[in-house]
């Protein structure tokens, strides 16, 4: 393997691992703010409880998610300098503004939430939560529209004499429509990953709790809010899915054809359920196909035009010249399909917890225990499988139309040098995922009652 392929899967992995958290802590700060708001509300005690439980599991995510953080900064610096050179006065704009607006408003607000418990008012105190959850919402707008503008790049121009792109128009940047709809997209799938993640917890002790009435009671409540949370999520995940669709065939058609492993142009252009191809995915062996889906989903007309994969690459080489556009086909096939499959599963599992829990029923089976436990994974893998789609399927640019890939890498780094730190980060983020786990099943474990904790257990 040389630099340029080191570099890449040294960027994949620490992404990948950093945002198992980013959704998580998201997602969460929402809910821990909906408790609270409930408790202040209601007074009730078990919606205190259920707040200082599951505020718990939040900090510690939202610290991993932190720490993990910090080496994707690092990352353009050390192997894509020449990427960072290239695009860094208008890529670094919105992660500055994160790094001193976003980030800092949540990170303040956190501790004076971590802290202020029996110290400000009740509403003040609410109120910090809010501003986490809205501030963590906000961090992720700025970082998803410096990802926008690797994938349609706006409010720049390109300076010749320099080589670089210059930031022009920061309305543009902020508004590219790209964003616009991969915000709403990404917000909707950390609010299936919390809400998963909720359900399964309050899921596990009410059906080994079920005899503790008072402790039952709140269980039931964190359940069903986990549940419609995970469900109304879905239904917005497929609501936005099918808006960046049609946005994705008309900024990025090559990715669209490949998430469909479409090659010759169509109209109407079938649907591909299944798809199998030669080994490097070139071509298209046997398919099953519904007439007339992909044109609707891709430009909303069952009979629109949709560019296949072989004449797309044509057109690229007549534009920028020789050479091979066309990115793994197999891989952003199987990655868009398992997005799509696994939070379609985690949204049915959610509507049969939902069902289970009617007219104040119990589940008492194993079987229903198992596939609780096992809701949150499917969302964590959806949300891995989506990152990879949208990240492979731009190749091999690494800025659309403006950088490929392979000029984007440092180059003064050698293969011996990325390799110690993709081994030293693969061997470090193995400890921190230790540790993660077990933290989170710790206190994850804990009774109901035994989280009517103070400020110094946090």
């Known amino acids: 393997m040389d630099v340029l392929d080191l570099s890449r899967w ?23 703010a909906i408790m609270q708001t409930a408790w202040v509300r209601s007074g009730s005690p078990r919606w205190l409880k259920l707040t200082k439980f599951f505020g718990k599991l939040f900090i510690i995510n939202f610290a991993m998610g932190v720490v993990t953080g910090i080496v994707q900064e690092f990352q353009f610096g050390m192997n894509w300098s020449a990427y960072s050179s290239f695009v860094g006065d208008v890529f670094g704009a919105p992660l500055a503004i994160e790094g001193l607006a976003a980030f ?12 202020g418990w029996e110290k400000l008012p009740r509403k003040a105190h609410l109120a910090c939560i809010w501003i ?23 409010g720049y121009t390109l300076n010749h004499k320099s080589g670089r792109v210059e930031l022009t128009d920061l309305g543009a940047l902020l508004g590219n429509k790209v964003a616009a709809i991969t915000v709403p997209h990404t917000l909707a799938a950390c609010f299936l990953t919390a809400g998963a993640l909720v359900l399964a917890v309050a899921m596990w002790h009410l059906m080994r709790r079920r005899d503790d009435t008072e402790s039952a009671s709140a269980w039931r409540s964190a359940a069903k809010l986990g549940a419609i949370t995970t469900l109304i999520a879905g239904v917005a995940l497929a609501v936005t899915g099918d808006i960046q669709g ?9 990715k669209m054809a490949a998430a469909e492993a479409l090659y010759h142009t169509e109209s109407p252009a079938s649907f591909s359920i299944v798809t199998i191809g030669n080994l490097d995915g070139t071509a298209e062996i046997w398919s099953l196909r519904i007439p007339g889906l992909l044109s609707f989903l891709g430009t909303g007309d069952f009979n629109g035009v949709v560019h296949g994969i072989n004449d797309i690459n044509h057109e690229y080489q007549s534009s920028f010249g020789p050479g091979d556009y066309r990115p793994n086909i197999p891989l952003a096939y199987w990655s868009f399909r398992g997005m799509i499959g696994l939070g379609m599963a985690a949204a049915a599992l959610a509507l049969l917890a939902l069902w289970t829990l009617r007219r104040g029923r119990t589940p008492r089976r194993w079987p229903m225990l198992a596939a609780m436990i096992a809701t949150p994974l499917l969302p964590l893998a959806a949300n891995t499988a989506g990152w990879i ?21 440092s180059p003064g780094v050698g293969v011996a040098e990325v390799a110690t730190s993709l081994i030293g980060f693969t061997l470090l983020y ?4 230790v540790i993660e786990v077990k933290l989170l099943l710790r206190y994850a474990r804990k009774p109901l009652a035994s989280t009517d904790i103070t400020t110094s257990d946090y």
């Open 10 to 32: 040294q960027f994949a992995a620490t992404t990948i691992y950093h945002f198992l958290f980013i959704p998580i802590s998201i997602g969460m700060a929402f809910l821990v």
């Open 104 to 115: 800092f408003l949540e990170s303040t607000f956190l501790g004076l939430w971590i802290f």
């Open 132 to 154: 986490v959850a809205f501030g963590t919402a906000l961090s992720a707008y700025f970082i998803l529209v410096a990802n926008s503008f690797m994938q349609w790049p706006t």
């Open 246 to 254: 049609k946005i994705m065939t008309d900024t990025q058609p090559m």
């Open 389 to 409: 789609f949208t990240e492979t399927g731009r190749q091999p640019w690494i800025v659309f139309k403006l950088l490929d890939t392979a000029h984007g890498v």
């Open 430 to 433: 193995g400890v921190l995922a």
